[in-house]
């Protein structure tokens, strides 16, 4: 139950910093490019050097060859969210670039932003390691397969370019792999550059969170507030599908912070990236905002029982 109150306060905090999100555009603090700013700064500086600094400083060599393990785990993982998304698709007649952009939106969670500051304050010790294994899977299959959901539906087969090759290497990758070599070769950091690299990734969870509620104040979910697949996705993906994967790994055997940290990233909401790649290639963008955004706020209620549900049989 401990942990339950621990993911209880953190979604608190989310929505406290959604809250002001929303406050900042509402009294014009922010606007539209204001906003992409605060989105580069925080995928580009501030949530690398928070997954750098943590993960060099909380695991060791074989730490991370233990954990190596969520790599398999990962792609299981990937592969059912594929054959869930399915089902519901055709479930609900879904065609064209909808049932794309849905698939999209259902399968890629937004760790970046929500994921790790709440793994990271539910299990401190594992979670930023085990998250950053995980996102190296994450990333490649985001980049390639998630990429071509996005792109309008055409009778042409759709390839993967190199530009989204590219992709895989941003920064919050390089700094798990650059992080992963400090490890194995066991370099310390002097203490002045890692108190810096805490700072600027502190920063990173607040901030995050506020772009999310502006992004809240700009969007328009009523157009899509009667796709029913929208409420069978959150409902199946965002509660059944991590409560049964973590009762699964618990009875196969694999320790309780490690599921829990899995649980949990499969239960998030989309990734932004989606509607932001719909709309630059002429996709259905403004559905794939609205299936985000829905998501998200959706996510301050599932996430809330999904804990209990891990605490209770945990």
Known sequence: MEQFIIALVQIGIFLILICIGIITMKIKIFDAHSLAAVSRLVMQISLPSYIFINA????????????????????????????????????????????????????????????????????????????????????????????LLTKPVSNDRPKISLANLKNLLSPPLLAIILATIFIITEIHIPAVFSSALAAIGSTSMPLALIYIGGILCTSDIRPVLKCGELYGGIIIKMIILPVACYLVMSAIGITNDMAGTLAFIVALPGIEMVPMLAKESGSDGDYAVCAIMMTTIACLLTLPIVSLCISLFG
């Open 56 to 147: 060099v400083n909380s695991a060791t060599k074989q730490s991370l060859i233990d954990s190596l393990m969520i790599v398999p785990i990962a792609i299981i993982l990937y592969i059912i969210l594929v054959i869930v998304s399915a089902m519901i698709e055709k479930a609900f007649r879904l065609q064209g670039n909808r049932k794309n952009v849905f698939r999209a939106s259902l399968i890629f969670g937004n760790i970046g932003f929500m994921g790790i500051p709440l793994v990271a304050a539910i299990y401190p010790d594992t979670a930023l390691l085990y998250v950053s294994i995980f996102t190296i899977v994450d990333q490649i299959f985001f980049w390639t397969y998630g990429v």
